[in-house]
């Protein structure tokens, strides 16, 4: 089984909605079994709070389910709990690196580092475009699951 953590700054827009177009990704391919897909934050901002309400938003306009979701923190132990610990842009991997230490097995990626266009993901918290944020994280997660289809 394959395991993806998605972090973001406070886990109620970009991770959360990369956890669910993954999770709706896996499942409409018939590989469910074969994933664990959850999301994380790398600050204190949101912890316990709800999905983001553009999330939701945008995620029900193009059919996919919001999984049940509440902000929580990640922490060190999850380095040694998930194969892919995938950031949203270059600040979330620097915090990451920061809460882990290291990385000496390679785990930490950005999501747009899969495609052929490497960047970072807006956040919409600011930009309040969640359309593009979600173009993008669907994006990512395309690129992503077809090289994590590679290895299984």
Same mark, same amino acid.
Request: glycine content about 8%.
């Given at each position: 089984?394959?395991?993806?953590?998605?972090?973001?700054? *406070? !886990? #109620?827009?970009?991770?959360?909605?990369?956890?669910?177009?993954?999770?709706?990704?896996?499942?409409?391919?018939?590989?469910?079994?074969?994933?664990?897909?959850?999301?994380?934050? #790398?600050?204190?901002?949101?912890? *316990?709070?709800?999905?983001?309400?553009? #999330?939701? !938003?945008?995620?029900?306009?193009?059919?996919?389910?919001?999984?049940?979701?509440?902000?929580?923190?990640?922490?060190?132990?999850?380095?040694? *709990?998930?194969?892919?610990?995938? $950031?949203?842009? *270059?600040?979330?991997?620097?915090?990451?690196?920061?809460? %882990? $230490?290291?990385?000496?097995?390679?785990?930490?990626?950005?999501?747009?580092?899969?495609?052929?266009?490497?960047?970072?993901?807006?956040?919409?918290?600011?930009?309040?475009?969640?359309?593009? #944020?979600?173009?993008?994280?669907?994006? $990512?997660?395309?690129?992503?699951? !077809?090289? %994590?289809?590679?290895?299984?």
């Amino acid at each position: 089984m394959l395991k993806i953590l998605f972090v973001c700054h *406070g !886990n #109620t827009c970009r991770s959360t909605m990369a956890e669910s177009v993954m999770t709706h990704m896996v499942r409409k391919r018939g590989l469910g079994k074969r994933f664990l897909i959850r999301s994380a934050a #790398t600050r204190n901002d949101e912890i *316990g709070n709800p999905v983001h309400h553009g #999330t939701v !938003n945008v995620l029900r306009k193009h059919g996919i389910p919001v999984v049940p979701h509440r902000a929580v923190r990640m922490t060190a132990s999850d380095y040694d *709990g998930y194969d892919y610990i995938i $950031g949203m842009d *270059g600040e979330n991997a620097r915090d990451i690196l920061r809460i %882990l $230490g290291s990385d000496p097995q390679g785990k930490v990626h950005s999501l747009l580092d899969f495609t052929e266009r490497p960047r970072a993901i807006a956040d919409p918290w600011y930009t309040g475009n969640f359309d593009e #944020t979600y173009a993008d994280v669907t994006e $990512g997660c395309e690129a992503l699951l !077809n090289r %994590l289809i590679s290895e299984l």
